[in-house]
């Protein structure tokens, strides 16, 4: 069966599509796939030459380390997999912030020493720095991948459902559907029941219980998904499903020819 | 690297010697320890 995608909803950071023809499996690959393997940049050391703000050495790091960067990953290796050993331009980037109170730090701020990667949101405050607090510091930006850090998470909402289909066999147009159902699948016009939007059911099954004549029909169909998806802004939205397909790919080739070398 | 006080912000010297500690100049109780002066390393975990 050929692979059919319906694309519903598409921004620069959120995509609702329809996929139909996979199995659950490959749903599901493709699901953890851009959830945790799609690599990002992010920073992961930060070099405290000076703090007096009101905040920990370790909260700001913290901090500073959650702000998505935006960077093609393609320019950039993991850490393992560098030839290098100390760090490289490959394998790493810095920023740096330097400041003196009374000063308000945003992730604007971030002074970046690779012209490929940016804040991904400007406006996320770091510290306020009151009166003679001095801040400075440099960060080590690195290549990961969710399954390391949340950090390197590039889908920050990743998640599927099975395409339902409401139907309705025996009706009396009592209308305790419409009432119970939360999600507006039903709806009355001129007093009849009809149904309406069912990709948005949620099969909790409410309108079955509610229904007197047992005439309302929930069904979902195996080999169609709605994917609901949403990135920070590091990656598009469009751009991560790609990278995740690929990936995909690139594994199945993998598994394929490790697969023909063990048939020999 | 020694210790200053939170209050007068006083550089302290510390007498082990002598039971309790506090500020030579104002005679508060809490001091703080100096930050060292070499570069701090911090994982963003």
């Given at each position: 069966m050929a692979i059919e995608i319906n694309v519903i909803e598409l921004t620069e950071r959120y995509a609702k599509f329809i996929i139909s023809g996979l199995t659950p499996a490959s749903a599901n690959a493709l699901r953890r796939c851009m959830i945790n393997e799609v690599p990002r940049m992010a920073i992961d050391e930060v070099n405290f030459y000076e703090n007096t703000s009101v905040l920990f050495d370790e909260q700001l790091a913290l901090r500073l380390g959650l702000i998505p960067l935006r960077a093609d990953p393609g320019l950039y290796v993991l850490e393992d997999e560098c030839?290098?050993?100390?760090?490289?331009s490959l394998c790493q980037s810095t920023a740096s912030i330097s400041a003196e109170g009374p000063i308000k730090i945003y992730s604007s701020d971030l002074v970046m020493g690779d012209e490929n990667i940016s804040v991904a949101?400007?406006?996320?405050?770091?510290v306020d720095l009151k009166d003679g607090q001095k801040l400075l510091l440099n960060a080590i930006i690195k290549l990961g991948t969710?399954?390391?850090?949340?950090?390197?998470?590039?889908?920050v909402v990743c998640g599927y459902k099975n395409i339902p289909h409401v139907s309705i066999t025996?009706?009396?147009?009592?209308?305790r559907c419409v009432d119970v159902c939360p999600r507006d699948v039903f709806k009355c016009v001129d007093g009849r029941v009809m149904i309406g939007d069912?990709?948005?059911?949620?099969?909790?099954?409410l309108c079955v219980e509610a229904c007197e004549l047992d005439g309302i029909v929930i069904e979902e169909d195996p080999e169609a998904f709605l994917f609901k998806l949403e990135t920070?802004?590091?990656?598009t939205a469009s751009a991560l499903i790609v990278y995740a397909v690929r990936m995909l790919r690139d594994k199945a080739v993998r598994l394929k020819s490790v697969l023909e070398r063990f048939s020999h | 690297m020694g210790y200053y006080c939170a209050k007068c912000k006083y550089l302290v010297e510390i007498d082990?010697?002598?039971p309790g500690i506090r500020c030579n100049?104002?005679?508060?109780?809490i001091l703080i320890k100096q930050r060292p002066t070499m570069v701090k390393t911090v994982k963003a975990e």
């Open positions: 030839t290098c050993e100390d760090g490289c949101d400007d406006n996320i405050l770091i969710g399954e390391m850090h949340a950090k390197w998470q590039n889908a025996d009706c009396n147009d009592c209308g069912d990709i948005n059911c949620s099969c909790c099954n920070d802004g590091g990656m | 082990y010697g002598s100049y104002c005679g508060h109780r």
